[in-house]
């Protein structure tokens, strides 16, 4: 299947908000649910991630900086597109499943997936 075939597919139908504005929550988690449908959960493709990323960001309008807290907030994998509900529980989900960790290097050549960046092996203090 094409790239453009995949994020079509992934993106149909997402229904964004309402007519006065857009549920951003709604948004993220339909987005997300599309591309993990479309994979099945395994490795969605980084370009394609990034492709639903932006046209998110276009359909929300918001600034970048609330567009990167919301994503962070969200908890998304960037592995499997799992929205796993918070900063914390992706962070337990990656250091129970090392595999689902995308390089940092590979993540910081597209800007939307670049915002969804967490640090995992930082350090506790209680």
Same mark, same amino acid.
């Given at each position: 299947?094409? +790239? ?6 992934? +993106?149909?139908?997402?229904? +964004? ?17 599309? /591309? ?9 493709? /980084? ?5 639903? +990323? ?37 962070? /337990?989900?990656? /250091? ?31």
């Amino acid at each position: 299947m094409a +790239l453009e075939d995949e994020l079509a597919d992934a +993106l149909a139908g997402l229904g +964004l908000g309402s007519e006065d504005g857009y549920d951003e929550e709604e948004s993220v988690r339909a987005t997300f649910e599309g /591309l993990f449908a479309v994979h099945q959960g395994r490795n969605v493709p /980084l370009p394609l991630l990034e492709a639903a +990323l932006q046209e998110l960001f276009e359909k929300l309008g918001v600034s970048k900086t609330k567009f990167k807290k919301m994503l962070k907030s969200k908890g998304v994998c960037l592995r499997n597109a799992v929205v796993y509900g918070s900063f914390f529980e992706l962070r /337990l989900a990656l /250091l129970s499943e090392p595999e689902l960790i995308v390089k940092c290097k590979q993540a910081k050549k597209y800007p939307f997936v670049k915002m969804c960046l967490i640090e995992v092996y930082a350090a506790v203090f209680y």
